[in-house]
């Protein structure tokens, strides 16, 4: 039942997706079938398991900057075919296309950081105690890396997994989400293609479970994935956390956002509005980085709620639609789930709202729903909760203490943002948000791969893409040699004569 446009995307760029299997995958451009994939079997992912452990096996032998140069080339291999994986991430995840460029984009970047990475995996000389003593820590492979991710961004969160764990040594296996397996199939592609002119590189360096909760659980559960970086919502992570430190493994969790931008009476609103509105609306509300407040000063509450309000409705309708099309810039919620969570909080936040914008439904196949703008006169229980659509929040403070307290009153910790132009409350914001992501005139969504990726309290913890993420795909080792002849100092100056 596919429709044509969809078909060609698919036939043209890669052709070998299976052809049938107990999976259905949709588009939701417009919520037709596009293909079906067939899960993997327990038994499969077992033989996925015993491969990794493998391939990690030779792989750890491989020297670093070796590792790197297949990273090198993978990254090369999706510079060629940016354009086409592009057109896949938007049919299977329904971003705009220039935000499926933008995820390409992301992979292309954390392949050239881990290059670097991959002759820079330093660790450390350190001053001992005693004569003739000398302390190092070094890094070493890990193990096979799990890797969960969610329908959102469906590539880029795996390559940042990925690259990094290929240059630190390890083999990656890959559950993507139920939603997105086409992608995960043509990077699992590029990456076969890539790989089978290296001669370095083992079979099953990197691999793909394609299934739901049940396979993810094997991977979760097993002792050889000695790292798991999973990606989804607080609730995935609550699970998922305990399973994994029960068996003492490592995990990486990169959970729920519930991003606020504070604008002071001292911001330049041309520099802020634009930030905004994209933290609010881009990817159609559907980023971990999303944002989901804006806390404004009182004497500005109404002038930036009427001119996001304008904002929103510049978009409406004429620029919600098709994201294969170059003038759209809000595309479809990805289910009908989606849509339904979208209306089940603003029916939540309904009596406590002054004034609510926009949030129907736009008449078309899919589920395209208008962003919605609500205007508050404080900050509700309801808005604990993260809801993974473009609904936005308008709430006003009178100092920035304040709206530091109302900020951080949510359990989420992912990304914060502040809009002034008065370096002191930039510093003081800095200083008091409690997120992993504290930004001074920019969104809180659209990081770069250069930084730490990932933040606080119920987002997880976990670190992902720059700065020294690495570490997390390799185990840490501290080692003492005595290099003299005489009877070796104990440390701690004890002494033990036998
Ligand atoms: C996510 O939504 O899971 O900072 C990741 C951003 C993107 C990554 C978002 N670079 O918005």
Redesign the pocket.
């Known amino acids: 039942m596919s429709s044509g446009a969809h078909t060609t995307v698919l036939d043209l760029n890669f052709p070998v997706l299976p052809a049938a299997g107990n999976l259905k995958v949709t588009t939701p451009i417009d919520g037709s079938e596009i293909a079906s994939v067939q899960m993997h079997t327990s038994e499969e992912v077992e033989q996925i398991l015993q491969r990794s452990q493998s391939a990690f096996e030779q792989w750890r032998q491989v020297p670093g900057p070796i590792r790197g140069e297949l990273v090198r080339r993978f990254g090369n291999k999706l510079r060629e075919e940016k354009e086409s994986l592009a057109q896949l991430v938007t049919l299977e995840c329904g971003k705009i296309i220039e935000e499926g460029r933008g995820e390409v984009q992301?992979m292309i970047d954390i392949c050239d950081f881990a290059v670097g990475v991959s002759r820079q995996l330093y660790g450390l000389t350190i001053a001992s105690e005693r004569p003739q003593h000398v302390m190092h820590e070094n890094w070493h492979p890990l193990g096979p890396v799990g890797v969960i991710s969610?329908f959102?961004?469906p590539v880029?969160?795996w390559a940042w997994n990925a690259a990094l764990a290929w240059v630190c040594g390890d083999s990656v296996v890959w559950k993507p989400s139920e939603k997105t397996p086409l992608t995960a199939l043509a990077c699992q592609r590029l990456f076969e293609e890539t790989a089978a002119d290296f001669e370095h590189a083992p079979d099953g360096l990197s691999q793909i479970v394609i299934g739901n909760a049940e396979q993810g659980a094997q991977i979760v559960e097993d002792r050889r994935i000695r790292l798991l970086s999973a990606?989804g919502s607080c609730r995935m992570g609550g699970i998922v956390g305990p399973q994994v430190a029960k068996r003492f493994g490592k995990c990486l969790l990169?959970l729920g956002g519930n991003n606020a931008v504070i604008v002071t009476p001292s911001a330049d609103l041309d520099v802020a509005l634009p930030s905004i509105v994209f933290g609010a609306v881009g990817t159609a509300g559907q980023?971990?980085?999303s944002t989901r407040r804006v806390l404004v000063h009182r004497s500005l509450h109404d002038e930036v709620f009427n001119r996001i309000k304008s904002a929103f409705e510049s978009i409406t309708p004429s620029r919600i639609g098709s994201p294969l099309e170059a003038s759209t810039l809000v595309g479809p919620l990805i289910d009908e789930e989606a849509w339904d969570n979208m209306q089940a909080a603003i029916e939540r936040i309904r009596p406590e709202a002054e004034e609510i914008v926009g949030g129907g439904r736009v008449d078309r196949d899919g589920c395209y729903a208008e962003p919605c703008l609500v205007k508050l006169s404080s900050q509700p229980e309801a808005l604990q909760q993260e809801t993974f659509a473009p609904l936005t929040y308008v709430i006003p403070y009178d100092t920035l203490e304040e709206a530091l307290e109302i900020h951080n009153a949510v359990p989420q910790g992912l990304s914060s943002a502040i809009m002034t132009t008065d370096v002191r409350e930039a510093e003081f914001f800095k200083q008091n948000s409690d997120c992993g992501i504290a930004n001074v005139n920019i969104g809180t969504?659209?990081?770069e791969i250069g930084g730490a990726?990932g933040g606080e309290k119920e987002t997880g913890g976990g670190r992902e893409s720059g700065s020294d993420a690495w570490k997390a795909y390799m185990r840490r080792q501290t080692s003492t040699t005595y290099y003299g002849s005489d009877k070796p100092a104990l440390a701690q100056g004890i002494s033990f004569d036998a």
């Open positions: 992301e969610a959102n961004f880029a969160v990606t990169e980023r971990c980085t969504s659209g990081a990726f």
